[in-house]
């Protein structure tokens, strides 16, 4: 089956090769960009001639649980720690209702942002919440999401010394045997692989540095990627410097964790000689300006770690720090921080979008997705400019930026089509919307 996604207003293909006249898919890849007549007949034609094509965004952070307590009453305006204090008792109380619900909202809203490759970091585990991983594995599978899902975990209890409720730390054998069993049973290693697993101890003030040791090691056996939160705040910064006596570039260096195969959530409070040491070390970063500006923890650099050397993306970070899963809204404020940090000509349009497609995929390291190319996976998203916020604009790729484009017409993964005019392929939103209220409602009260 041959598809031309014909005729676009533009094309934004994240690299030089254009695509004027759009491109043809076959199966699940892309097989040819067309400028002109494609080079051979085709079964079926999309009429894009409204709409902007991007590469499909790469979403590089996210803990889908938390879309449960968005605009929580008594976790709003604070700071990541006093913030976290006021959830974790509630996050403890999580059942495979509420991850199925929450996991199938936060993948609905991110389908139909344009993302098309998400992560997620699920770290609360309890007794009656052992299977999460394999909850949300079944999830994006059924709504055809591309996923890197990873086992989080937590281990040092505040007993020990540690930010998090002793009830929602786990002890590190069982958390490393289910890793284990995870990467078993999920992680995929062909190209096109829609579903992937990585190890992700949650940060250094939940984590025993034990565990991180151990994960590193076990990740590096079977070949997974390594993530975990760093320099989120100063609040951090001085917890491990009490706790360990580093701060926290040294402590990674310290568990094993300088390396090509680390992406880090936030990353903010950095000197410049760490940002080299983490740029030649290959370590990735996701940037999160919405979370980090609601519980105002800071900037990231971005424009010094990417030249540094590393790999930066974009993430939406939890619902109950954005609290919203949009990737091309984040997309917006990235380019919207970043501006205000480096000035108007240093980051453009084109730098956010960078972010969000080709940064994602090389924190990633996934050669297959994140632009449009001859070979790519078809992961693409279709925005329409026929609405009343983009009327009267000029360059429509800027405009998708700068007029706030916040909802795909059209989103293909893996060359299926999961979002047509603005609605979820095969999905009943009112019934994902009810399960959402009924799970929130129950953990809440
Ligand atoms: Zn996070």
């Known amino acids: 089956m041959k598809t031309w996604i014909k005729n676009p207003t533009a094309t934004w293909t994240g690299n030089q090769t254009p695509a004027a006249n759009g491109i043809v898919v076959e199966g699940s890849v892309i097989t040819e960009l067309v400028n002109g007549e494609p080079v051979s007949a085709v079964d079926e034609i999309y009429d894009a001639g409204k709409c902007v094509l991007l590469p499909g965004l790469v979403n590089c952070h996210h803990h889908f649980y938390q879309t449960l307590t968005r605009a929580l009453p008594s976790a709003l305006n604070k700071e990541l720690f006093d913030w976290l204090a006021s959830l974790y008792p509630i996050w403890a109380n999580l059942d495979e209702e509420a991850i199925r619900a929450s996991t199938t909202t936060a993948v609905c809203e991110l389908l139909l942002s344009g993302c098309t490759t998400t992560t997620d970091h699920h770290y609360v585990f309890s007794d009656q919440t052992t299977n999460g991983i394999d909850i949300q594995a079944e999830v994006t599978e059924r709504l055809g999401i591309r996923a890197i899902l990873t086992r989080g975990s937590m281990s040092l209890g ?117 940002m080299n040491r983490l740029g030649s070390s290959g370590v990735a970063i996701s940037h999160c300006p919405s979370s980090n500006m609601i519980l105002a923890s800071g900037i ?146």
């Open 158 to 274: 505040k007993s020990d010394g540690g930010l998090p409720p002793d009830e929602v730390v786990q002890n590190a054998d069982d958390i490393l045997k289910d890793s284990e069993r995870l990467i078993h049973r999920f992680h995929q290693t062909n190209e096109g692989a829609m579903l992937q697993i990585a190890l992700a101890p949650c940060s250094p003030f939940s984590v025993t540095t034990e565990l991180m040791r151990d994960s590193a090691v076990l990740a590096r056996e079977h070949g997974v990627l390594l993530h975990t939160h760093l320099a989120e705040t100063m609040d951090e910064n001085d917890f491990c410097l009490e706790k360990f006596g580093v701060r926290p570039v040294d402590y990674l260096e310290q568990v094993g964790w300088l390396a090509n195969d680390v992406w880090l959530a936030h990353g903010i409070h950095f000197d410049s000689q760490e």
């Open 300 to 445: 990231s650099p971005v424009k010094e770690l990417i030249k540094a050397g590393c790999a930066v993306g974009i993430g939406v970070d939890g619902s109950a720090s954005n609290d919203a899963s949009n990737l091309i809204q984040e997309i917006r404020q990235a380019f919207l921080i970043q501006r205000l940090k480096y000035g108007s000509a240093n980051v453009s349009h084109k730098d956010a979008l960078h972010l969000g497609t080709t940064g994602g995929a090389a924190l990633f390291h996934r050669q297959d997705i994140g632009e449009i190319a001859v070979g790519k996976q078809a992961d693409v998203a279709l925005f329409n400019l026929e609405e009343l916020r983009f009327s009267g604009a000029g360059d429509p790729i800027a405009a998708l930026v700068l007029c706030g484009a916040h909802r795909a017409e059209a989103v293909m993964v893996a060359g299926r089509w999961r979002v047509r005019e603005h609605q979820l392929v095969d999905i009943d939103l009112a019934q994902v919307m009810n399960d959402q209220k009924k799970a929130a409602l129950k953990l809440t009260g």
